[in-house]
């Protein structure tokens, strides 16, 4: 698995890990992009090369990167580090490598067969009564109800799809939502990035003026829907009474 992929168990190794001599780290150089190195030897700095003890006597890792350029980190410099994109400005930090720790390969291989299985119930490759495929493809379509994902993603076609959702076919709405497609579209083109663990903080008032203005939607939501469904058309609501 990647770097990136495993986040907690990479943080575990780095901060559990021997750090010794040929130990492999990278950091982001502004203009430069990543560069390797690798821990040479510890030995003992003071004022200026110490970055977390100004003027004071400190052991740290000296590290020689592969342009040959060297650099002083302490442990609690290195063990933090973590994947990610780098910094809108200035360098990166260092980050401990720890994609080849016979630890993490093991994890990884522990890991796949649980994948496989997931990926069998999902894509319906199992027993019937396994297969997760329809429950996918009902959170697949409710995800219209959100704003954020409508904005970018709904087409009448992906409406159309909605039919999944028993509420919406069983009542005939899909037409419906169809004709208030380009207004919804309107509201979610101009929403904020939106919180779903927001979810308790509902309006109902809010809730009332957008099933005024989108009624299909908003009766969607009087259906008893997921709570992902139901949290769209409360943020609908918000963006109309804005």
Not at 112 to 121: C, I, N, S, T, W
Request: net charge negative; with cysteine.
């Amino acid at each position: 698995l990647a770097d990136g992929i495993l986040p907690n168990v990479d943080a575990v190794l780095r901060r559990l890990m021997d750090l010794k001599e040929d130990v492999k780290m990278e950091k982001y150089f502004q203009g430069h992009g990543i560069c390797s190195g690798k821990l040479v030897k510890k030995e003992k700095i003071d004022s200026p090369l110490s970055t977390l003890h100004p003027g004071k006597e400190v052991e740290a890792w000296l590290v020689y990167d592969t342009d040959g350029a060297t650099e002083h980190f302490e442990d609690e410099e290195l063990r933090p580090g973590k994947d990610g994109p780098p910094p809108a400005n200035g360098d990166g930090k260092p980050v401990l490598i720890v994609r080849d720790l016979p630890q993490r390969i093991a994890i990884c291989d522990a890991l796949v067969p649980g994948f496989d299985y997931l990926e069998r119930r999902i894509t319906g490759a199992c027993d019937d009564q396994y297969s997760c495929v329809d429950m996918y493809e009902l959170c697949r379509a409710v995800r219209a109800f959100d704003p954020n994902f409508a904005g970018a993603h709904l087409t009448p076609a992906f409406v159309d799809a909605m039919d999944v959702i028993t509420p919406l076919a069983a009542h005939d709405m899909l037409s419906g939502l169809k004709q208030e497609l380009p207004l919804y579209l309107a509201a979610a083109a101009s929403a904020p990035a939106f919180d779903k663990s927001d979810v308790d903080r509902r309006d109902p008032q809010m809730v009332a003026h957008q099933g005024q203005q989108l009624p299909q939607v908003g009766h969607g939501g009087a259906h008893g829907l997921c709570p992902l469904a139901q949290l769209g058309v409360v943020r609908a609501g918000l963006l109309l009474g804005q």
